[in-house]
């Protein structure tokens, strides 16, 4: 049977919601590094299917290395998961409260896997975005120079 795992993500910290009966669930910390993820991955039930929010770059290693050790994996909009908060009258905003809110919609939900792409696909989507960061680094520098 599935477990659903849900994680916030932050920049140096994952909060992870392990559900321990179909209510209850206990949440542990784990850092956001290479060392951190792999503690959590050796933590993960048998038949987990981690449930994460796409929210900007603080995900990336976590769903790449989870991706690369065959875990089940949903990736939602974070849309997704605010309106599902709201359905369910959740008013508290905590790391911890959120990766329930994550666990409790991969149960209800049963969102579909994440699929990465290709190591390929992933270069080049990394070499396009330091190119734009790149481009407004210049556009700023000649906005400020030359008034």
């Known amino acids: 049977m599935k477990t659903y795992v849900g994680i916030d993500v932050s920049k140096d910290t994952l909060a992870v919601a392990f559900p321990t009966t179909p209510d209850a669930w206990k949440v542990s910390s784990f850092a956001n590094s290479p060392d951190g993820i792999r503690r959590l991955k050796n933590a993960l039930p ?3 299917h981690v449930v994460i929010e796409a929210t900007g770059s603080y995900p990336v290693l976590l769903t790449y290395l989870l ?3 065959k875990i089940n994996l949903s990736v939602i909009n974070p ?3 605010h309106h599902f908060g709201k359905m369910q009258l959740s008013v508290t905003k905590t790391d911890e409260s959120d ?3 994550l666990s409790r919609y991969g149960q209800m939900a049963q969102p ?3 699929e990465m792409d290709s190591d390929v696909m992933l270069c080049l989507r990394q070499k396009r975005t330091l190119l ?3 481009k407004n680094r210049i ?4 906005a400020t120079f030359f008034g």
């Open 46 to 48: 048998y038949e987990a």
């Open 67 to 69: 991706c690369q050790a």
């Open 79 to 81: 849309k997704q998961s």
């Open 99 to 101: 990766s329930v809110l």
């Open 112 to 114: 579909p896997l994440y």
């Open 132 to 134: 734009r960061q790149y």
């Open 139 to 142: 556009a700023e520098a000649a």
